[in-house]
């Protein structure tokens, strides 16, 4: 697959410094983006139902009992790593990240290093894709983070409920079921369903719509 000349911008363009955290990390401040702020530009970028993530390995590396905070607790230290997969329309890209858990209770500590491992792998393989997934932030002078950075319209509720009128009506007006799959798979469908902020129950109603068209008229057609 290609990617549309509006993706292929999103992706080039600069990183709002909104998003940048830091955090200290090793005696020195470190810059990142949160796991949250990655899917929400996948979902804007690729559209919500373009793109998968595919944990394909994570196991405990460490785990070790540790004093936890100045009251000195008794607790524990784990520490997972993760490979992920993200596949955006057939493109896949892999990364590996690493996840910490220390708490007084084992199994808290494991949860929090498996979800902190599958994040940060996620964010790793997303960031091979662009400047909004974090790829900036490996530049030690950012100077792909700015206030540059495009502001996408976002459709009311009023322009994504009529989207869904529309896409109804030209649904039923169907008479052929080839033509009515290619309609639903194209670019230009996939792309307005992404500029109007279809949610994925969204999506899924439009689609059963589709089949449901498609086997009528297969039945008429037979």
């Given at each position: 697959?290609?990617?549309?000349?509006?993706q292929?911008?999103?992706?080039?363009?600069?990183?709002?410094?909104?998003?940048?955290k830091?955090?200290?990390?090793?005696?020195?401040?470190?810059?990142?983006v949160e796991?949250?702020?990655v899917?929400?530009?996948?979902?804007?970028?690729?559209?919500?139902?373009?793109?998968?993530?595919?944990t394909?390995?994570?196991?405990c590396?460490?785990?070790k009992?540790?004093e936890?905070?100045?009251?000195?607790?008794?607790?524990?230290?784990?520490?997972y790593v993760?490979?992920?997969?993200?596949?955006?329309d057939?493109?896949?890209?892999e990364?590996?990240?690493?996840?910490?858990?220390?708490?007084?209770?084992?199994?808290?500590?494991?949860?929090?290093?498996?979800?902190?491992?599958?994040?940060?792998?996620?964010k790793?393989?997303?960031?091979?894709?662009?400047?909004?997934?974090?790829l900036?932030?490996?530049?030690?002078?950012?100077?792909?983070?700015?206030?540059?950075?495009?502001?996408?319209?976002?459709?009311?509720?009023?322009?994504?409920?009529e989207?869904?009128?529309?896409?109804?009506?030209?649904?039923?007006?169907?008479?052929?079921?080839?033509?009515?799959a290619?309609?639903?798979?194209?670019?230009?469908?996939?792309?307005?369903?992404?500029?109007?902020?279809?949610?994925q129950?969204?999506?899924?109603?439009?689609?059963?719509?589709?089949?449901?068209?498609?086997?009528?008229?297969?039945?008429?057609?037979?």
């Amino acid at each position: 697959m290609s990617f549309s000349d509006e993706q292929k911008q999103s992706l080039a363009a600069k990183l709002s410094p909104n998003a940048v955290k830091t955090r200290e990390q090793g005696g020195r401040k470190v810059s990142f983006v949160e796991g949250w702020h990655v899917i929400a530009e996948a979902n804007r970028i690729f559209g919500f139902d373009n793109w998968t993530r595919e944990t394909l390995d994570i196991k405990c590396v460490a785990e070790k009992e540790r004093e936890i905070g100045a009251s000195k607790h008794p607790g524990w230290g784990v520490t997972y790593v993760c490979k992920s997969r993200i596949i955006v329309d057939g493109v896949a890209r892999e990364g590996f990240g690493a996840g910490h858990g220390i708490d007084r209770d084992l199994g808290q500590a494991h949860e929090s290093a498996i979800k902190e491992a599958e994040t940060d792998s996620m964010k790793r393989a997303f960031m091979t894709f662009g400047n909004p997934f974090g790829l900036a932030l490996y530049d030690k002078q950012q100077t792909n983070v700015g206030d540059d950075a495009p502001i996408e319209k976002v459709a009311t509720l009023v322009e994504r409920n009529e989207y869904m009128v529309d896409c109804r009506e030209t649904i039923a007006q169907f008479t052929d079921a080839e033509k009515l799959a290619a309609w639903w798979k194209s670019d230009a469908q996939k792309e307005a369903r992404r500029k109007f902020g279809l949610d994925q129950s969204q999506i899924d109603t439009l689609k059963v719509a589709v089949i449901d068209k498609g086997k009528l008229l297969t039945k008429k057609a037979a």
